[in-house]
T-cell receptor, first 115, second 112 residues
Framework: DSGVTQTPKHLITATGQRVTLRCSPR?????VYWYQQSLDQGLQFLIQ???????AKGNILERFSAQQFPDLHSELNLSSLELGDSALYFC??????????????FGPGTRLTVL | QKEVEQDPGPLSVPEGAIVSLNCTYS??????FMWYRQYSRKGPELLMY????GNKEDGRFTAQVDKSSKYISLFIRDSQPSDSATYLC????????????FGRGTSLIVHP
């Protein structure tokens, strides 16, 4: 168990809908990262927050947004969902602001299915 | 061409075999190289990382980097059924707050 929690574990919704994925980082970790994992694309970095502020941005669609709250938990909002958004969404956390030696600890993921 | 290429497998080996998992990359700025292990229905976990070229050993695992060929490997000796998982390579340039670029992962099956 990495200490990172994600809810819900599974989410099934319809195209055009909006969903919110939640992540609680390990105790003491200030950074939260969001990743999307699909069979064809692999693990794709979406966005990173550090102590409440956006730190780095990856291949995140405009339909997706995230935030990190004062208690350091984070939410990823996905809107106008399309079939292609079906994937595993992982949250990871780290102690520092990022960088190669700042080990990321991954949560168990949320499996999103868009029908 | 993707920055990091990794054969998705699956790679099926008998217990006790030596396993070789590999990645190639195109970005010559990459200096840090990592291997993650991901069990089914779990998130990836960092297995080991190396800096620049050379070898690094940790128990049954050896990570090898050949920067001249832009090729990295993970060797698993005396493989066990519990090693069955997907192995993802990841890499990034030095310094700053670079987010690693991940390979697609290779599925490894070690059968008794």
């Amino acid at each position: 168990d990495s200490g990172v929690t994600q809810t819900p574990k599974h989410l099934i919704t319809a195209t055009g809908q909006r969903v919110t994925l939640r992540c609680s980082p390990r105790s003491g970790d200030l950074s939260v990262y969001w990743y999307q994992q699909s069979l064809d694309q692999g693990l794709q970095f979406l966005i990173q927050y550090y102590n409440g502020e956006e730190r780095a941005k990856g291949n995140i669609l405009e339909r997706f947004s995230a935030q990190q709250f004062p208690d350091l938990h984070s939410e990823l909002n996905l809107s106008s969902l399309e079939l292609g958004d079906s994937a595993l969404y992982f949250c990871a956390s780290s102690v520092g602001a990022g960088g190669t030696t700042d080990t990321q600890y991954f949560g168990p993921g949320t499996r999103l299915t868009v029908l | 061409q993707k920055e990091v290429e990794q054969d998705p497998g699956p790679l099926s080996v008998p217990e006790g075999a030596i396993v070789s998992l590999n990645c190639t990359y195109s970005n010559s700025a990459f200096q840090y190289f990592m291997w993650y292990r991901q069990y089914s229905r779990k998130g990836p976990e960092l297995l080991m990382y190396t800096y620049s070229s050379g070898n690094k050993e940790d128990g049954r695992f050896t990570a090898q980097v050949d920067k001249s060929s832009k090729y990295i490997s993970l060797f698993i000796r005396d493989s066990q059924p519990s090693d069955s998982a997907t192995y993802l390579c990841a890499m990034s340039p030095p310094g700053g707050s670079y987010i690693p670029t991940f390979g697609r992962g290779t599925s490894l099956i070690v059968h008794p």
